[in-house]
């Protein structure tokens, strides 16, 4: 969803001068894109660095005896 409003202004739909119009909706609904956009990005990245913790890591970097 956030495709739309992450777009250079020239690609949009524009007012004839080259420039897009957003409506109070539509900026409202491009905000709350990137808000979802922004978490799915911190749940990935969070998710990558769970993935690379080992006890190993946690403990750190001694053997677990």
Known sequence: ???????????????????AVLNEKEVQQGVVAVIALIRQVRDFVDAAAARRMTPMNLNGGRSPN
């Not at 250079?8 to 080259?18: D, I, L, M, V, W």
């Open 1 to 19: 969803m956030a495709e739309k409003y992450l777009k250079n202004p020239g690609e949009r739909a524009g007012n004839g001068a080259g420039k």
